[in-house]
Structures are given as structure tokens and as C-alpha cells.
């Protein structure tokens, strides 16, 4: 959703993912809960945020406990070989850790939103061109893991490269929101590569800054980027919305197909 206010300020669809549902940040403990309570975690959260909807109906969390229940299929039994660097698996994220949630690097999404993503796939492949996943579906508990890491003010191990010209004390809120559209199992976070005539030796396009920087660079039309990084990012965006993907302005990785299959369903089950 476009928030010409967002615009000015910087705001990521981190926290825009939650205007997309009509929501506003609202903050949370700080302590760190066990997994085991995860699903009280996000109940809390959705309680305290259902209030501030500003759509009829509040997002509801899913008693569904595997992908199979919730219809969330892996985009690899579309497309068996499709490139994948599932960042919250591992460690090379904002966070500098494995996010709850995550227990394997797998790209999960609703069946329809799969079956859209592998058919632009499939249409980019005729112009040696492919996708390279970063996220999709993202369990309830990864963004509550999120919170609880912008709470952390002493760890500022990947300022660097994520929030270079931000304090950390404007990423929550800002940025980083207690309810996220992935967790609806229709958003994905991805880029563009150009690969040879084979479909060997793909290589990135140059976008212009890297996948989760938090800076008004990372907007999809940034002034501030070069023509070819702007052209790489609209080719991107127009391949995508041939499927019914729209992309979050903020961010120039983030699509959501739409019309979203369940718009006001969050989903918690485990990526494995």
C-alpha cells in the first residue's frame, strides 16, 4: 500500500506491511518468550492490535499448525531448480541470527501465490532472465522475533550494512511493525538475475542497494540511484505484475499478489 507520507520519512514495508492491514505499531515485552509460547506471543499481539484496524474485519490467526493445513506449498514443487537464499534461515540477515520460525530455507507460499510466482518464473526464463528468493511466507513468530531484536539497542552487529545512517531506536515502529503481510502467505522479497543462454552463470542485477537496507535508497523509485539500477528494478516490477503481483513502493524486493487469497489470515506454522 502506498503511504505518501512513507515516502518522506523512509518508512519500510516492514512497518508498511502493517498499514497494509490498517494497523499501527504498537510495542510489545522485551523479554524474550520460549518458543512454546509463541502462538500466546502473537495472540497477545493480535488483541492489541485488532482495535486499531481500520478494516472491518481484524486479522485472525490460523489454528493451523502445518503448511499442508494453512495450503502453503513450496515454490520448489513449481519450479524444482528456481534460485533460492532464504535469508532468515541463516545468519546473513538483519537480525545476525536464525529467526524463529525458520527451520529450514524453504520458500512457502498459498497455493494460488505460488502457482503466480512460477509462471513469472517461467516467462522470465525465455529472456535468460530468473528470480532469486530471498523470503516468503514468514511465520507470526519471525516478526515477533523482529521486535524483540530492535528492543536490543547494544547489538548493533549489522548496522553496517542494514541501517547505516539510522539509530536503532527508529526501526521499530518505522520500520520494523508487530504484524507483517508475509505472514498472510502472499508476499515475497526477491530480485532479478540475467543468466546465460543455458541457464548457467546467473548473476545478479545491479538494484542499486542490498535486499533488507533500511534507507529511502531501497524505495523502488529513489531519486537517488543510477538509470540502470532504476531500469533493472522496473523490470523487475513489470515481470512480476503480468502475474498480479504489486510491489510495495518502499521496497523495491516486496510483492504481494493480489487479490490476497486470505487478506485477513496470519499464519504461524513453522518453515520446514
Not at 12 to 32: E, H, M, N, P
Not at 123 to 131: A, K, M, N, S, Y
Amino acid at each position: 500500500m502506498t503511504n505518501p507520507s512513507s515516502m518522506t520519512t523512509g518508512r519500510s514495508a516492514l512497518a508498511g506491511d502493517a498499514l497494509s492491514l490498517g494497523l499501527q505499531s504498537r510495542s510489545i515485552a522485551r523479554k524474550r518468550a520460549p518458543a512454546k509460547a509463541a502462538h500466546l506471543i502473537v495472540f497477545a499481539l493480535l488483541v492489541a492490535l485488532g482495535g486499531a484496524a481500520r478494516a472491518d474485519q481484524p486479522p485472525a490467526l490460523s489454528p493451523a499448525t502445518t503448511a499442508a493445513a494453512a495450503n502453503l506449498v513450496d515454490i520448489r514443487t513449481l519450479v524444482p531448480d528456481i534460485a533460492e537464499d532464504i535469508k532468515y534461515a541463516g545468519h546473513d540477515n538483519f537480525v545476525g541470527a536464525p529467526v524463529d520460525g525458520y527451520l529450514a530455507p524453504k520458500c512457502l507460499l498459498l497455493r494460488p501465490v505460488a502457482e503466480a510466482l512460477a509462471r513469472v518464473e517461467r516467462e522470465l526464463r525465455t529472456r535468460q532472465l530468473r528470480l532469486k528468493i530471498w523470503d516468503c511466507y514468514r511465520p507470526a513468530r519471525a516478526v515477533a522475533h523482529f521486535v524483540r531484536w530492535a528492543h536490543d539497542l547494544t547489538d548493533q552487529r549489522t548496522k553496517p550494512q542494514h541501517y547505516p545512517t539510522l539509530d536503532k531506536s527508529k526501526l521499530l515502529g518505522d520500520y520494523i511493525a508487530p504484524v507483517s503481510g508475509h505472514s498472510r502467505g502472499a508476499t515475497a522479497d526477491l530480485t532479478l538475475q540475467r543468466c546465460a543462454a543455458d541457464g548457467t552463470r546467473c548473476a545478479p542485477l545491479d538494484m542499486g542497494t542490498d535486499f533488507d537496507f533500511f534507507d529511502v535508497r531501497a524505495h523502488t523509485d529513489a531519486p537517488g540511484i543510477t538509470a540502470a539500477q532504476h531500469a533493472n528494478r522496473l523490470l523487475l516490477r513489470d515481470a512480476m505484475a503480468r502475474e498480479g503481483f504489486r510491489n510495495y513502493p518502499m521496497e523495491w524486493w516486496h510483492y504481494t499478489f493480489t487479490p490476497e487469497p486470505t487478506p485477513h489470515t496470519l499464519y504461524d506454522v513453522p518453515v520446514q
